[in-house]
């Protein structure tokens, strides 16, 4: 029987190696490799073209996300799962976008972990069930598009959380403002507003507000 390669990226050795021993302990399946960062396994990657990848979403110098847009971005038929510790709605949605092929919970039993990669290796999308049902409620707000918004225009897809900040920004709040109201960091507040402005192709927070109206991203009165 030819072994399923897989490529664990994760910055944790600890954990990293603990998963290997789950993985390598299978009959259909081995770790030919590892990664603690996303460069590293971008390299790996194209050295040694794994089967699978099983990639961390936050790691150093190069994050899951970025690794993952970079990897499938070269090697389309590359399938990647993507690894978090905690039900991280808002980073869903952009790893689906990025190329992966699904989402598995560090906190996963083995028997479930295995039979995710198991899936995503038969080509299967793998999320979890409460990540799922956010998925399609999220695909069915977008699909609620506003009547005055061309069927050629793109509406950006943006998350349940980047929403929430769309809408406090428009009213001119801070940085620190938006923080304290939604009760979030300040650093995470920073990450989803340059994303925002990223997926709005907005310079200003100003300009921002501004699509966010024209597109129907933004519903309260300012």
Known sequence: MTLARILLADDNELFREGL???????????????????????????????????????MPLSDGLEATRMIHASNPESRIIMLTAYEEEEKLFDAIKAGAQGYILKTSSAAGLLRGLRGALAGEATIPRKLARQLLGEFSNLSKRPENISSGDTIPLLTRREHEILNVMATGATNQEIAEQLSISLQTVKSHVSSILEKLQAKSRYQATELGLKQGLIRRKL
Do not use: F, R
């Open 20 to 58: 290997a021993k789950i993985i390598n302990s299978q009959t259909d399946m081995e770790v030919i490799a590892q990664a603690e960062d996303g460069l590293e396994a971008l390299t790996q990657v194209y050295e040694l073209k794994p089967d699978l990848i099983v990639m961390d979403i936050n």
